[in-house]
T-cell receptor, first 114, second 115 residues
């Protein structure tokens, strides 16, 4: 069974641009969560999608948005990029939502904003 | 609000020595608890998890963790560290209420293993 696939692996963008990151969950998984990882802040929860609906959202500005498609694939969009958005963005998939399910992580997308 | 504290940012141990990584959480009830490991340039891999029942849980790669409700702790242990264990370790708490998977991670502990 293929794992969680995130594309692209690396990305360099300029301040003010927008970016879209993609996450393909493990087959059969319906929950997808996104996290931002930075050296200073650690791992911070962005949002979770389940069956195309956003179920939960972290404390990030509205520039960060996401969506989930009917095949459970998810995209995350960041508009008007800032230097501080440089981070590793991780996606995790689970069979279901709720706390007692294991999350499987992708390798992440390393975003650098210059 | 739930929170997770990993008091040790960096730990260095000798290969073959024992290891204990500390994790304390703040949450009103008993949460779901996880330990993940991240190798450089990689995503997170689940080592073990605690939902309920036996407070000593066994995980992969020879790791174990003990849940202590009185201390709000979930420390990770390994009796003999291997050089391949060098990585960053994250403790995570999930609030089980409401059906939402709200995960809070600790800041991480970076483990260095010296020969």
């Amino acid at each position: 069974k293929a794992g969680v696939t995130q594309t692209p692996r690396y990305l360099i963008k300029t301040r003010g641009q927008q970016v879209t990151l993609s996450c393909s969950p493990i087959s059969g998984h319906r929950s997808v969560s996104w996290y931002q990882q930075t050296p200073g802040q650690g791992l911070q929860f962005l949002f979770e999608y389940f069956s195309e609906t956003q179920r939960n959202k972290g404390n990030f500005p509205g520039r960060f948005s996401g969506r989930q498609f009917s095949n459970s694939r998810s995209e995350m969009n960041v508009s008007t990029l800032e230097l501080g958005d440089s981070a590793l963005y991780l996606c995790a998939s689970s069979p279901a939502t709720g706390g007692n399910t294991e999350a499987f992580f992708g390798q992440g997308t390393r975003l650098t904003v210059v | 609000a739930q929170s997770v504290t990993q008091p040790d940012i960096h730990i260095t141990v000798s290969e073959g020595a024992s290891l204990e990584l500390r994790c304390n959480y703040s949450y009103g009830a008993t949460p779901y608890l996880f330990w993940y490991v991240q190798s450089p340039g990689q995503g997170l891999q689940l080592l073990l998890k605690y939902f309920s029942g036996d407070t000593l849980v066994q995980g992969i790669k020879g790791f174990e963790a003990e849940f202590k409700r009185s201390q709000s702790s979930f420390n990770l242990r390994k009796p003999s560290v291997h050089w391949s264990d060098a990585a960053e370790y994250f403790c995570a708490v999930v609030s089980p209420s409401g059906g939402y998977q709200k995960v809070t991670f600790g800041i991480g502990t970076k483990l260095q293993v010296i020969p």
